[in-house]
């Protein structure tokens, strides 16, 4: 796939909030994803297609309540693209809160290989 259908499949995927397709569709195994800063819960840096998994569960163990979460389009530069989040959500142990992010992705032989937000 080229870098512009990987990231319109990761558009519509994560608009029907189908997270799990998308890592397992589009993510190399030895893909990266980093935040913006560390939290207890998450490390700056996360590697491995399963690590990433496991961050998206725990993310997934965390929301109460998703109350709605839209993407952009896909802004498309060579082997990288951007979107933006936009989610509101009720967290178990924060209440509601809403997040912007700037998600920023890497492709490579067909595959994403990193994931950087950056809020």
Request: proline share 3%; charged share 30%.
């Amino acid at each position: 796939m080229t870098t512009q259908e990987i990231a319109k499949k990761l558009v519509d995927l994560c608009r029907k909030g189908n997270f799990d397709s998308a890592h397992n569709e589009l993510y190399s195994k030895d893909a990266k994803s980093i935040e913006t800063m560390a939290t207890p819960a998450f490390p700056k840096e996360t590697t491995g297609l399963d690590a990433i998994k496991k961050k998206g569960q725990m993310w997934e163990s965390m929301v109460e309540k998703t109350h709605q979460m839209t993407v952009s389009d896909p802004l498309i530069a060579g082997d990288a693209f951007a979107v933006s989040m936009d989610m509101d959500v009720t967290m178990k142990d924060r209440g509601r809160t809403h997040m912007k992010e700037i998600c920023v992705y890497n492709v490579k032989n067909g595959k994403i290989v990193s994931e950087e937000f950056f809020s």
